[in-house]
């Protein structure tokens, strides 16, 4: 029998994690073959320390092709443009047609700014490694008023992402001298902060963002962005100086064109096994939809800490059987994450989503201990994996 294939899409977290230890496992008894379109893996988690001159940019990012010498990889630089899940097959720009045995699917999430009248215009954000250089620009020069943190749309990626953005821009302005000049105010259609982990961890965060003096509006969808403003579907305003918004989030092209989504516009998978309805194909992290049927939100939110968890599953389940040996395992949902709070500390949410007969998730309150721990999370990225 020919070698078997296994292509990867994708080279973030889970694809990083998936192509590493399937190859780890079956050295030359597979062929694994990572596409991304990108030359460097950036790691989102530091964007706000970025953010804040915290990190230069270079401290943050990886150059992907160091796995082919460290993991052994075979990683191609190229685009995505579409998936033929019967065929199976997968149309990359420049090298063609790409066929396979089985296929991970871990394209993440796009955003589609321009939904928003004005938005791609006005708001900043730190999505990605670009937009956060620039916010961090804005953040410096910034010379007091009203600052507008937001999230557009759900789902959303690291939902704890904006109320770490908001509270570390507080510890900043207030170490800068001028906090007293600076109006925080927070709006978001949710309504309470990180809902996936409970009511009761929401309110802790909103008790947070109240001590530092940061107003939260709830139940606000985001429809119009000003030069000075922000309009909601309620008809209500909110007029800014510096504006940080989660831009919206979509699942990319060339899975939604292949018919790989539903409803939710994600992906949906078995939430034990990460296999999609198609036999052999995969699909891990933000680009899946992970139901849980006990869960205080029906979908699982989009976290690296989950793709990579998954990703551990998929490439054990797969290395068994293709090998032949080793027993096949199912994601248990469990997964946790930091939320910097500034004055150099961090809380710390841990849970394990998918269990019955509900999520049991613990809040640790901001602590020096836990902002190590995240500073730890960072190395371990940075060096662990190239
Ligand atoms: C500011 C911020 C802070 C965060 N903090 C945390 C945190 O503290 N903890 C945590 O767990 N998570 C955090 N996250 C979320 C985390 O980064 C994501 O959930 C995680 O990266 C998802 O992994 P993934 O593999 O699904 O997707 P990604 O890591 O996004 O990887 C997808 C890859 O696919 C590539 N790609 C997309 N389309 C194509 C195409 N057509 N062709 C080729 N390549 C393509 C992309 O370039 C990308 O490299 C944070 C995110 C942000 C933005």
Redesign the pocket.
Known sequence: MSKRSVLV???????IVVSSLLKGKLKGGVDVRL????KT?DF??S??WLMLGLRRPDQVQKRLDLLRKKKKVDVLN????SIDPEGKSVR?KQAGKLPFDYLVI?????YSPSTIPGFPEYAHH??DLES?IKFRDAVEKFPGGTISIGVSRLPF??P??PY?VALLLDDYYKKRGIRGKVKFEFFTPEGIPVPAVGPDIGNRVLELLGSRGISYHPKLKLKEVKSNEVSFETGETMPYDLLFCVPPHVA???VTEAGLTDETGWVPVDSRTLETKHKGIFA????ASVKTPNGYTPYLS??????HGQAEVVANNLASEISGKGRSKEWDGD?A??LEAGRGQSAYVKGSFLAEPKPEIKFHIPSRFWHAQ?VAFEKYWMHHWF
């Not at 871990?106 to 796009?110: F, I, V």
């Not at 891990?284 to 680009?287: H, I, K, L, P």
């Open positions: 899409l994708g080279g973030g977290i889970g694809g596409v991304e379109r990108k893996f989102p988690p964007y706000p190229d685009e995505v443009v990359v871990s394209l993440g999430a796009e730190v999505y956060a990626k690291c704890a992402a770490e990319p092209k060339p891990v992290g933000d680009v989009k976290a690296g800490v989950f793709a997964g994450c930091f995240k």
